[in-house]
């Protein structure tokens, strides 16, 4: 079976995933330089700026390597192919200073917010699988709220990939989100009662 034939498999990261996420992550310059912490770092501008690159992706391997990173990867044929980043919201400082996503979010709210799929793996699907698999682990992990960013977009408006990394209104839709009544930029889903 061809690596593009090979089913989509997708899980929890773990702290020895480091390889993986390396391969992922690395030689693609989209996000080599984020290493996905933009959330976590506090401050934009200049902070963010002397961030980027190396530093990030140390900072994020070293939270990696200690268990602080929650998220779900997608693999083809054992080959990672796309990310996606969750936590509960206060691992995610920039959040607090975001003016545009302001709005009084409930206890044990967990944020989704960053989506990667390797070019030549989109349009696939895998973020779609992503998000159920982040969704599933969060509320297994005690999440009550799950709140996610989708990108701003007009009717007929098609993004970029790399202009789509916070996922899109018709992606969280699917999943059962729907925009908060504080904000409509904040989907929310909540946990189903049993």
Not at 8 to 29: H, M, W, Y
Not at 58 to 74: I, Y
Not at 136 to 157: I, N
Request: charged residues 25%.
């Amino acid at each position: 079976m061809s690596e593009q034939a090979a089913p989509i498999e997708c899980r929890p990261v773990t702290p020895k995933d480091t390889g993986a996420i390396e391969q992922l992550f690395g030689a693609n310059s989209v996000c080599r330089g984020c290493w996905c912490m933009h959330w976590r770092v506090e401050k934009g501008g200049k902070s963010w700026q002397a961030c980027w690159g190396e530093p990030n992706r140390r900072a994020f391997l070293k939270l990696l390597k200690q268990g602080k990173v929650q998220g779900a990867l997608a693999f083809a044929a054992d080959k990672p192919v796309g990310w996606c980043n969750f936590g509960p919201r206060e691992d995610f400082p920039r959040l607090k200073r975001s003016r545009v996503l302001t709005y009084k979010a409930a206890p044990d709210t967990w944020s989704i917010n960053c989506f990667f799929i390797a070019a030549g793996w989109r349009k696939r699907g895998i973020a779609g699988a992503l998000l159920k698999t982040a969704t599933k682990t969060a509320f297994e992990r005690g999440a009550r709220v799950l709140e996610a960013y989708p990108t701003p977009q007009k009717p007929g408006q098609k993004l970029v990939a790399p202009f789509a990394w916070t996922g899109t209104r018709s992606l969280f839709e699917k999943a059962g989100f729907k925009p908060s009544a504080d904000n409509e930029r904040v989907w929310l889903r909540k946990r189903s009662s049993r």
